[in-house]
Each structure stands twice: as structure tokens, then as C-alpha cells.
């Protein structure tokens, strides 16, 4: 495993009640998207990033909002929440409407939001690895002193495009972070069941970069403060990194699963390791926010979920010439 300066993170009291504030978001608007699902007012196949949140928020809360770039994957709800999306465009764009961020014509598995950074989420597994180093290239030739961070899943490290694209990007010494959100399973398929090592991350050394392993995914501050770092080496212009960090998702691999490949004791006993909780506990512990605090922002976050639905129920669907647009650039 690689090693980096062990920097201790000088997390402000503001950017740890936002971080929280955003793995709030995640839970509360999938579990919302989860029942609009049952009620048949969302079209489609849709995969919840609940369980996962401090992987996300952790990751994405180091990189710079609205300058740096990411590529998501069909798991993607949780980094655009992370990457700060508007839940009311996000939530009109899962239910096909006009008002969503890609005008209804992407939905849930393709969420965009250019002027946020967000380039993407994929149903292809391993589809944004090369959508990353293209757009990595790209920040080098022009000199932009922006970075990517590439999420995919577990599974994805499996795919021909992994070693492709971990290849080129260490040629060029491309601004690029791998980061694999591990929660050991591929839909029914256990990472253990497909790999001959242990973990994907020991698969960086095959391509001459550093490799960085989380064990525990669902610790915010340890995803954060080994972003940090890597970040800094990755700006630095020392090429590109892989990461992996280890959780878990709560919720079967989409809404058309019935999880029948896992037992209740191994779902419970993740989630005995919730993300949010254990940070909450943190917060109130180390006296950083007061429970008011805390409940004011589960209060504004539950508000906003609402808000999206509301926004998203009441929005107009697209048109049929709207169909024909945005098909060619200008
Ligand atoms: C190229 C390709 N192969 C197969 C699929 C079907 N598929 C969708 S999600 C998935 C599993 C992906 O697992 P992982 O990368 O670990 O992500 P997770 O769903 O666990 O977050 C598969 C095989 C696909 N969408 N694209
Ligand atoms: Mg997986």
C-alpha cells in the first residue's frame, strides 16, 4: 500500500455540519426516491447509494466544488449530492421531467451536471473510466489545474477498460483519481468470488502508480483525510492514483432486486456501521455541534428532499420536439 504524509486534516466546524448535511441528503432523497419508486411515479431502474454515503461525501467533500471533475457510475445519486447538485433538477431528471438537469432525458442512471463538475453518471459498468482520462488529458494540455475523480464500483475493476485506462493515464501522468467505491458485491456476485487478490487496489502497482486502500469506507474522516491527501499528490501533477475504500449498500443492487443472495444478519450487521450515525456521534462527542444543531440540519434536509418532490411532481413533462434537441453540438 502506498504511503502519504500523514497531514492531519484542519476540518472547520462549517465544512464538518456541511459534510454531514450532505450525507443526510443522500439517505433522505433516496429513501424518498425509493418510495416514489413503489408508488409508480418514477419510470425505470434506479441504484441507491444508501449505506454508502460517507464513501462519497468523504471523497468528493476533498476535491474543489465547482472547479474539479467527476465521472460517476449507475450508482451515481450519491456523488451528485456530494458534488452539490440541485435536489430539485436532480429529483425532475429521475422522474423524466423537463426541469431535470439533463431536461428529463437522462434520468436516473444519467445524471449530468456539466457546470457542477459532474460529467456523467454511466449504465455501462467501467463506461466513465475513459470519459475520466479523456477529460484529464484535456485539464493537462490546457493547463487548468483541475483534477478528475473517477467512481465506479467494485466490479468495475473487472472490466478491459480498467486496465486500459489505469495504463494511459500512468503513461501520460494523467490529473486522475481511480476510486473504487467497494461494497463487495457486483448485483449477486461477491468481489471475493471474482478476483485472485484481495482487494483491486493492489492492482496499481501492475501500472506503476500508488495504490491507497480505506478498510473502513463508512468513517468520514478517514475517507476524507486520505482524500486530502491524495488529492494534493494527484494537483501536484504526479499522476494518477487508484483508491479503494471498503462499504457497503444497505438497499438490494436496484429496485427490481430482491437481495436474495445476502442474509439479514450480514445486511444488520452493516448497518450497525452507519456512516451518519457514527459521524453524528462524532460531532456530539468532540462537542463540534450541539444536538440542536444536528436536528436543525436533519430538519432542513428532510425540508429539502420534500421540496424536490414537489418541484419534480409538479413539473411539466418534456415536449416531443424537445426530443430532437441537444442531439449535435453547437
Ligand atoms: C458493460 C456492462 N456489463 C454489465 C452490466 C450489468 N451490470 C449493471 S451494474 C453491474 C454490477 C456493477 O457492480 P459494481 O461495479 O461493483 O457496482 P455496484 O453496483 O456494486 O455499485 C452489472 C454487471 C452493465 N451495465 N454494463
Ligand atoms: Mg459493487
Not at 429496485?255 to 456521534?281: A, C, L, Q
Not at 450541539?290 to 425540508?303: D, F, H, K, R, V
Request: aromatic share 8%; net charge negative.
Amino acid at each position: 500500500m502506498a504511503k502519504t504524509k500523514s497531514k492531519k486534516s484542519e476540518l472547520t466546524k462549517e465544512k464538518m455540519l456541511h459534510m454531514h448535511r450532505l450525507m443526510l441528503d443522500i439517505r433522505n432523497f433516496d429513501s424518498r426516491v425509493n418510495r416514489l419508486v413503489k408508488k409508480g411515479k418514477i419510470p425505470g431502474m434506479t441504484h441507491f447509494s444508501i449505506g454508502e454515503e460517507a464513501a462519497n461525501v468523504g471523497a468528493i467533500g476533498a476535491i474543489k466544488a465547482g472547479f474539479d471533475l467527476i465521472t460517476s457510475n449507475h450508482r451515481g445519486h450519491g456523488q451528485s449530492i456530494a458534488l452539490e447538485i440541485d435536489l430539485n433538477g436532480m429529483m425532475a431528471e429521475i422522474m423524466g421531467k423537463a426541469t431535470g438537469t439533463c431536461k428529463g432525458k437522462g434520468g436516473s442512471m444519467h445524471i449530468a451536471d456539466l457546470d457542477g463538475g459532474n460529467l456523467g453518471a454511466n449504465g455501462i459498468v467501467g463506461g466513465g473510466m475513459g470519459m475520466a482520462i479523456g477529460a484529464a488529458l484535456t485539464q493537462k494540455m490546457k493547463k487548468t489545474g483541475k483534477i478528475v475523480l473517477c467512481c465506479f464500483g467494485d466490479g468495475a475493476c473487472n472490466e478491459g477498460t480498467f486496465h486500459e485506462t489505469l495504463n494511459m493515464a500512468s503513461i501520460w501522468k494523467l490529473p486522475v483519481i481511480f476510486y473504487s467505491i467497494n461494497n463487495m458485491y457486483g448485483i449477486s456476485t461477491p468481489i471475493k468470488d471474482v478476483i485472485n487478490i484481495d482487494y483491486n487496489y493492489q492492482r496499481a502497482c501492475a501500472y506503476g502508480i500508488p495504490g491507497h486502500f480505506i478498510e473502513d469506507g463508512n468513517d468520514l474522516l478517514a475517507v476524507y483525510n486520505k482524500f486530502e491527501e491524495i488529492v494534493q499528490y494527484v494537483r501536484d501533477g504526479n499522476g494518477p492514483v487508484l483508491v479503494e475504500a471498503v462499504t457497503y449498500r444497505w438497499l438490494g443492487h436496484s429496485t427490481s432486486d430482491p437481495g436474495k443472495y445476502r442474509t439479514k444478519e450480514e445486511v444488520d450487521e452493516w448497518k450497525k456501521r452507519d456512516p451518519i450515525d457514527r459521524f453524528k456521534k462524532h460531532l456530539l462527542e468532540n462537542k463540534i455541534a450541539t444536538a440542536q444543531e444536528i436536528e436543525a440540519l436533519e430538519q432542513a434536509s428532510l425540508a429539502a428532499v420534500e421540496e424536490s418532490e414537489k418541484f419534480a411532481l409538479s413539473s411539466p413533462e418534456p415536449t416531443l420536439e424537445s426530443a430532437f434537441e441537444d442531439i449535435f453540438a453547437d
